[in-house]
């Protein structure tokens, strides 16, 4: 079993709908949870932390579940730019473990 | 702002040349900078950590006399793919760790093209 996985996607989707992503980890002692959004061709860049008692930030909302072993993206009102692979990264005493990713495709 | 820079963006070179990649943290001290690969269509693949002051820790299958890592100022590290050839063709993207909130900001990355 990979530490971390992810649905590799695609996921396509119309303009304003609603997506989620999960993504599972092996290691209960995973420590911090993030989510990455990488652009083709481009560096990941940080799209939120996730905290136990899950966070917003405008249109995304993030969850834990440590007792199931994974965390949820939630894309509200979807927009074309949101088009990008979603990587799930873990860490575990400063040792970052990313998934796959997966890929969102927002159709006009 | 850019949190951390990386230079160059764009190599190409023959095989048997080293390549030196400068990553700079430019919003704060940092004593743990990451270097990262990425082959297309995969994600990405922790190759070394790199500490201030001391020798940076490779992950397995990573040669460590081949992709050389200096990491002398809390602002600068450096990774030299030395004698490269065509299978070190790859993305190469650089993180500096903010300890306080254990985030990582990446570098813009630089593509490496060995002929």
């Known amino acids: 079993r990979k530490e971390v996985e992810q649905d590799p996607g695609p996921f396509n989707v119309p303009e304003g709908a609603t997506v989620a992503f999960n993504c599972t980890y092996s290691?209960?002692?995973?420590?911090?949870f993030f989510w990455y959004r990488q652009d083709c061709r481009k560096e990941p860049k940080l799209l939120m932390s996730?905290?136990?008692s899950g966070n917003e930030d405008g249109r995304f909302t993030a969850q834990l579940n440590r007792a199931s072993q994974y965390i949820s993206l939630l894309i509200r009102d979807s927009k074309l730019s949101d088009s990008a692979t979603y990587l799930c990264?873990?860490?575990?005493?400063?040792?970052?473990?990313f998934g796959t990713g997966t890929r969102l495709k927002v159709l006009a | 702002g850019a949190v951390v820079s990386q230079h160059p963006s764009w190599v190409i070179c023959k095989s048997g040349t080293s390549v030196k990649i400068e990553c700079r943290s430019l919003?704060?001290?940092?004593?743990?900078m990451f270097w990262y690969r990425q082959f297309p269509k995969q994600s990405l693949m922790l190759m070394a950590t790199?500490?201030?002051?001391?020798?940076?820790?490779?992950e397995q299958g990573v040669e460590k006399d081949k992709f050389l890592i200096n990491h002398a100022s809390l602002t600068l590290s450096t990774l030299t793919v030395t004698s490269a050839h065509p299978e070190d063709s790859s993305f190469y993207i650089c993180?500096?760790?903010?300890?306080?909130?254990?985030?990582?900001?990446f570098g813009p990355g630089t593509r490496l093209l060995v002929l």
């Open positions: 993180s500096v760790l903010r300890d306080r909130s254990k985030t990582q900001y």
């Open positions: 290691n209960s002692a995973s420590q911090s």
């Open positions: 996730v905290y136990s």
């Open positions: 990264v873990v860490e575990i005493t400063y040792k970052y473990i």
């Open positions: 919003d704060f001290q940092a004593t743990t």
């Open positions: 790199s500490n201030e002051g001391s020798k940076a820790t490779y």
